[in-house]
Antibody, heavy 119, light 110 residues
Framework: QVQLVQSGAEVKKPGASVKVSCKAS????????IHWVRQAPGQRLEWMGW????????KYSRKFQGRVTITRDTSASTAYMELSSLRSEDTAVYFC????????????WGQGTLVTVSS | QSALTQPPSASGSPGQSVTISCTGT?????????VSWYQQHPGKAPKLMIY???KRPSGVPDRFSGSKSGNTASLTVSGLQAEDEADYYC??????????FGTGTKVTVL
């Protein structure tokens, strides 16, 4: 069955970077796009960007442009989201999600990774 | 890209129906038939309930239905059940490979 398993919780200091992984299994990794979405505590979902796992093309939300980098390792069936210049407002749960259906920012989601930014 | 606007809360008794609105602009909801709806229980990942305005993924009960008129999309949950109590988020394709989510609605089953 399809699984997206994300890396564990992280605690980072302001100004640092964090890299979250999303390991896919149960389907052909390179056939679909992976989105990244975050959710601050008690807040709404916020779309960050996507990567075409096949050709590596990416698209980022204007809000995160310049601070976020999404990559993938096809040999490991894993996507990564790196966010730099962290600030306290970046404290959130970060989700990866596979897109199969057109026009959705993900039809199957990982379990989420809590990133806490604190001095 | 501004968030789509949803009412903060909605409620209904078991067996009743509840409808949640999702208002965007002519650049997102109004321009594309790519509105999705997600259900999120506390501490859990979102689950896709509706895609392409009104289509249901396999396994989603037909109590869930979606529609759109102009810049506003709607999700209706009929025959409310206790397990429907959750947060619901709409999302829309916003052109140039961008996406936007709604502000979220907490549905309470009375």
């Amino acid at each position: 069955q399809v699984q997206l398993v994300q890396s564990g919780a992280e605690v980072k200091k302001p100004g640092a970077s964090v890299k979250v992984s999303c390991k896919a299994s149960g389907y052909t990794f390179t056939s679909y796009t992976i989105h990244w979405v975050r959710q601050a505590p008690g807040q709404r979902l916020e779309w960050m960007g996507w990567i075409n796992a096949g050709n590596g093309n990416t698209k980022y939300s204007r809000k995160f442009q310049g601070r976020v980098t999404i990559t993938r390792d096809t040999s490991a069936s894993t996507a990564y989201m790196e966010l730099s210049s962290l600030r306290s407002e970046d404290t959130a749960v970060y989700f990866c999600a596979r897109q199969v259906l057109a026009g959705t920012p993900g039809d199957y989601w990982g379990q989420g990774t809590l990133v806490t930014v604190s001095s | 890209q501004s968030a789509l606007t949803q009412p903060p809360s909605a409620s209904g008794s078991p067996g009743q129906s509840v409808t949640i609105s999702c208002t965007g602009t002519s650049s997102d909801v109004g321009d594309y038939d790519y509105v999705s709806w997600y259900q999120q229980h506390p501490g859990k990942a979102p689950k896709l309930m509706i895609y392409e305005v009104s289509k249901r993924p396999s396994g989603v009960p037909d109590r869930f239905s979606g529609s759109k008129s102009g810049n506003t999309a709607s999700l209706t949950v009929s025959g409310l059940q206790a397990e429907d109590e959750a947060d619901y988020y709409c999302s829309s394709y916003a052109g140039i490979n961008n996406y936007v989510f709604g502000t979220g609605t907490k549905v309470t089953v009375l």
